[in-house]
């Protein structure tokens, strides 16, 4: 049997956990074998708060994965995100050795070696050190300072920080499965690298990850990383709100994707649609303005954040490029347009389709995946993880330096020009305003009540069929006098 050399990518979300497993083509990039999302439990804000349910959640994943590939993962890259991770500064220099001949790599070195001598606070563990600039003589700034002339060479370094207690716990959720993590990284870094290209990095651009539980958002110019950050808020918030409707929690996220709309000026004025209730005959008929009201006021409160952080980044005037949205909550109808409002910023749905090969931008073309990709793309360029090979049909398987200052609480936003943003407080849900009482908004109700029966009822335990049900399903009541084919759709 050949022997084959995969990467394999955990990224554990709050809603759901996506395991991803790739091979490498010929150019190094990419070449996706497998991709698999399944929901996630125990995880609130990036954090685990519950290490068994993470456990059963990241196992269901990585078996679903071993069973397409006939393989047992052994190891894995794997990403963090949560408010627990930050970016802090830090400034040092050298005297070059030989100002005569320039600035070497030996004098770049010995900088580097001051950097990895800075020490991060007790509880927090310092994931990545990425140089900012280089200065030569303090006045001459240069992205390579090899063989430039001056005595003193100084740089900025961006320190990626993480409380070791979120990392601890998710490796322990990893050894629970056998699983050993060959490298964790913030997911708000590797996701730049899925979604970016070349020319947004180097001329500015700001990825902003929407995904269940946070928001991450990362500052890119001049082809650096130049600022990290988490909002303590995503997608669920927004669900939270429209079950202050009367919908019930599992139809709330059905029914957010196939009728929501983050902009209420963009959503029919006068469209129902009707959604199952707590018994088989119950069904709730919900306005589609009033879901995009709902929608819209958690929607902008995101997107009011995620300005005040590119502000706080110091290069809110510098991204020619704008923002590239992802993540799951990135596919909501008219996010895009929202964003463009609240920031006065171009802004682009992204996608890692352009990150692997040809033949898998298929498999990658959701916004979901776009941490993932990113995953992937860190582990290739690191090395191959372990996996054993098992039968199709199953089987058993077995000095200290400077210390950077300590994180305060998270206040959207961490200011370096001493204006203070306020911190988050939850926005009351919007209300809605109440259905139309005229007689074709009322046949648009019971219409649409016919519809949503026939759609969300949860099989195998269906009730047995009264005549009345055969008959409606037999003439195949629709809702064409009020809804689009798309809308049509169950829920």
Known sequence: MEKKNYIVAIDLGSSNVVVAVAERDAEGRPVVRSIVSKPSQGVKAGMITNIEQVSNSIKAAVEAVGEELGIRITEAYTGISGDFVRCARHTDHVFTSDPQNGVNRTDVEALFDRMRNVQAPDDETIMERIPQNYLVDENQEVADPVGSFGKRLASTFNFILCAKTPIERLNLALRRLGIRSLGM????????????????????????????????????????????????????????????????????????????????????????????????????????????????????????????????????????????????????????????RVTGMEVRIGTAEEAVDETSREKVASPAYSTAVGLLLRGAAHGDCAVTDIPRQGGAAQPAGPTIPRATPYSAGKPATGVSAAPYTPRPAAAPTPPPTTPAANAATEGAAQGAAAETAETPHRPKRGLLDKLKQKLGTRLDDFFTGSEDEEI
């Open 185 to 340: 990284y913030a997911n708000a870094l590797v996701t730049g690298a899925a979604v970016l290209s070349a020319d947004e990095k180097e001329e500015g651009a700001a990825v902003v990850n929407i995904g269940g539980g946070v928001t991450d958002v990362a500052v890119y110019y001049r082809n650096v990383p130049r600022y990290i950050a988490t909002i303590p808020m995503g997608a669920g918030a927004i669900n939270n709100d429209i079950r202050t409707l009367g919908i019930l929690e599992r139809h709330v996220d059905s029914l957010k994707r196939k009728f929501g709309s983050a902009v209420a000026e963009l959503a029919p004025e006068n469209k129902m649609v009707s959604v199952k209730g707590r018994t088989a005959k119950e069904t709730k008929d919900i306005l589609l303005h009033n879901l995009a009201v709902v929608i819209e006021s958690r929607a902008r409160d995101i997107a009011e954040y995620v300005a005040q952080e590119i502000r706080d980044s110091g290069f809110g005037d510098k991204l020619a490029y704008g923002i590239v949205l992802t993540g799951g909550s990135a596919q909501l109808q008219h996010i895009d347009e929202l964003f463009r």
